[in-house]
């Protein structure tokens, strides 16, 4: 019987230790399981981190949309603005032209 029980001895002893290496394995589960709850909660601030990075990009579309639209117009509004300097000046030096033209003719003709 000592064998036996020498042997269920060390059987006790084995099972024993696999208890301990299974608590040990199941503490590093544990903290395992810790670490991706933080991750989880992480990513649950990032996502909502973006959420409202784009809702604010969201708000700012409109604006751009106007700022566009305000350099269409005042593109259109230099370019008409350009005409119209460009026929004073052609309108002007038409005038001088035909007033000192209209002088030199008077001039040439006036016989005191």
Do not use: C
């Amino acid at each position: 019987m000592t064998n036996d029980t020498k042997a269920l001895s060390d059987q006790i002893v084995n099972v024993r230790l696999d208890i301990r290496e299974l608590n040990t394995k199941m503490d590093g589960i544990k903290d395992l399981t810790k670490k991706v709850e933080e991750v989880h909660d992480t990513a649950k601030e990032a996502l909502a981190s973006t959420k409202s990075a784009h809702k604010r990009i969201d708000e700012l579309v409109p604006v751009s949309t106007l700022v566009i639209q305000n350099e269409k117009e005042t593109d259109r509004a230099n370019k008409r603005l350009d005409f119209y300097d460009k026929l004073a000046f052609w309108f002007g030096t038409s005038i001088l032209g035909s007033v000192i033209l209209g002088g030199l003719g008077l001039w040439k003709t006036y016989k005191p």
